[in-house]
């Protein structure tokens, strides 16, 4: 439980700190950030703590769930439309 809250946490840290930096920051764009950051974040650090490492928590579980945000967020913002300003 305590791995699931700490993959959520950096996921939405993640998130909210790509929109930042890509300059998507209106109030749609931070949410969608830091969701697909958590999704992410849960389905990498599912993937490392279920194949590679099966423990309680692990930080390599922690930064593979990181980059999987990451990565998430990139292809979703990749294939996203560029909104009017």
Do not use: Y
């Amino acid at each position: 439980m305590l791995s699931l809250i700490i993959w959520c946490l950096f996921g939405g840290i993640a998130g909210a700190s790509f929109g930042v930096l890509m300059r998507r920051d209106s109030k749609r764009d931070v949410a969608l950030n830091i969701t697909v950051g958590v999704v992410g974040a849960l389905f990498g650090g599912f993937l490392f703590d279920w194949d590679i490492a099966p423990s309680l928590l692990s930080v390599g579980s922690v930064l593979t769930a990181t980059a999987e945000a990451v990565a998430l967020l990139a292809t979703v913002h990749l294939f996203q439309r560029p909104s009017a300003q």
